[in-house]
């Protein structure tokens, strides 16, 4: 797969239901970052996974990170109206972040 | 909680001319970049600035690209010349420590070049 590509591109769930989405990445990395993007709006930082750690935990979110795979996956739970969004990965190198193509989430209500 | 802000929000320029897209980051942050988003595309990494100077750029980030940190707390991209191609999003970020620390966003800058 291409360079931070995510996994599917386009979900669509009910209310309460969890979202799972999937990363691959191809360079080494320091950390794995996952990002939220209203529509027309900024990139808003959701939880960083550091290369050494393989799961991380915030709220709603686990994040999971396979560096043998160069994989990486979120898990949304309880999913809300308010989490209708594009999800992306991004590779942390030295300091340039290489972002993926995304994952649109749709919650129905 | 502290932001960066982007001004513009939205740049409508005519082909050839030049423009400046401006940013605030956060006031205790050391490391700045620029990110742009073609429509429906991923985001793109233009280049990050430390210490007065870039420290990486990209592929994209050519002669007709510059930055500058004029004062103690704008932080601005330069693009001369521009083209159709260079219609999109902007976004400026910032964060504390290059390493194992988020970048924090503005809500960017939609550039249209007509």
């Known amino acids: 797969s291409q360079q931070g590509e995510e996994d599917p591109q386009a979900l669509s769930i009910q209310e309460g239901e969890n979202a799972t989405m999937n990363c691959s990445y191809k360079?080494?990395?320091?950390?794995l970052q996952w990002y939220r993007q209203n529509s027309g709006r900024g990139l808003v930082h959701l939880i960083l996974?550091?290369?050494?750690?393989r799961e991380k935990h915030s709220g709603r979110l686990r994040v999971t990170l396979d560096t043998s795979k160069k994989s990486s996956s979120l898990l949304i739970t309880a999913s809300r109206a308010a989490d209708t969004a594009s999800y992306f990965c991004?590779?942390?190198?030295?300091?340039?972040?290489?972002f993926g193509t995304g994952t649109r989430l749709t919650i129905i209500p | 909680e502290p932001e960066v802000t982007q001004t513009p929000s939205h740049q409508v320029t005519q082909m050839g001319q030049e423009v400046i897209l401006r940013c605030v980051p956060i006031s205790n942050h050391l490391y700045f970049y620029w990110y742009r988003q073609i429509l429906g595309q991923k985001v793109e990494f233009l280049v990050s600035f430390y210490n007065n100077e870039i420290s990486e750029k990209s592929e994209i980030f050519d002669d007709q690209f510059s930055v500058e940190r004029p004062d103690g707390s704008n932080f601005t991209l330069k693009i001369r010349s521009t083209k159709l191609e260079d219609s999109a999003m902007y976004f400026c970020?910032?964060?504390?420590?290059?390493?194992?620390?988020?970048?924090?966003f503005g809500d960017g800058t939609r550039l249209s070049i007509l």
């Open positions: 360079t080494s990395i320091n950390n």
């Open positions: 996974i550091r290369s050494n750690e």
């Open positions: 970020a910032s964060n504390k420590d290059s390493s194992n620390q988020p970048q924090h």
């Open positions: 991004a590779a942390a190198g030295n300091e340039k972040l290489t």
